[in-house]
Antibody, heavy 121, light 107 residues
Framework: EVQLLESGGGLVQPGGSLRLSCAAS????????MSWVRQAPGKGLEWVSG????????YHADSVKGRFTISRDDSKNTVYLQMNSLRAEDTAVYYC??????????????WGQGTLVTVSS | DIQMTQSPSSLSASVGDRVTITCRAS??????LNWYQRKPEKAPKLLIY???SLQSGVPSRFSGSGSGTDFTLTISSLQPEDFATYYC?????????FGGGTKVEIK
């Protein structure tokens, strides 16, 4: 059974940093692209970042480019999202999502339960 | 960026009704279109991928159609467990983008 478990969310001040983790199990992690998708309170879904399998190319939405970095450690079956220079508008539930294959196809067949990030002073 | 526009933003329907949700892309995306269901406090669930392919385990009352810029999600006979918010999403290219969502409520 595929499981994705996010952690690392919490309350952080504007300008601060946070690192989210997503521990995966139940599939060959290195063979799948992974993404982070967020949902701000009362808003819709927003794709944030994605990375192809086997440590491939990372991609970021313009809203986070230069501030967020996605990475993965295939030896630990974990994908990370390093978030710097956080803003109030980054407040959201962040979901980890598994893609259909090794390339970033952008079709998310499995999702984690999410971790809440609150940016506030 | 490719903009995805869903309509309606909300609708009220009864159990057994046929429900149709539309999604329009700001440019042609071929069939690179996915549909997700989102219930409160639950992770999104993939229903349809590649515009019309039913994800494994999803009931056959859900169907998708369309190509290019115009797409449709249809629920042939609405069931109590289908009351949720539905999102379309283009997978044609990055940045990947979602529609604003359609909330399906009980009439």
């Amino acid at each position: 059974e595929v499981q994705l478990l996010e952690s690392g969310g919490g309350l952080v001040q504007p300008g601060g940093s946070l690192r989210l983790s997503c521990a995966a199990s139940g599939f060959t992690f290195s063979s799948y692209a992974m993404s982070w998708v967020r949902q701000a309170p009362g808003k819709g879904l927003e794709w944030v970042s994605g990375i192809s399998g086997s440590g491939g190319s990372p991609y970021h939405a313009d809203s986070v480019k230069g501030r967020f970095t996605i990475s993965r450690d295939d030896s630990k079956n974990t994908v990370y999202l390093q978030m710097n220079s956080l803003r109030a508008e980054d407040t959201a539930v962040y979901y980890c999502a598994k893609d259909l294959g090794i390339a970033l196809a952008g079709t998310f067949e499995h999702w984690g339960q999410g971790t809440l990030v609150t940016v506030s002073s | 960026d490719i903009q995805m526009t869903q309509s309606p933003s909300s609708l009220s329907a009864s159990v057994g009704d046929r429900v149709t949700i539309t999604c329009r892309a700001s440019q042609s995306i071929s069939n690179y279109l996915n549909w997700y269901q989102r219930k409160p406090e639950k992770a999104p669930k993939l229903l349809i991928y590649a515009a019309s392919s039913l994800q494994s385990g999803v009931p056959s009352r859900f169907s998708g159609s369309g190509s290019g810029t115009d797409f449709t999600l249809t629920i042939s006979s609405l069931q109590p467990e289908d009351f949720a918010t539905y999102y379309c999403q283009q997978s044609y290219g990055t940045p990947l983008t979602f529609g604003g969502g359609t909330k399906v409520e009980i009439k």
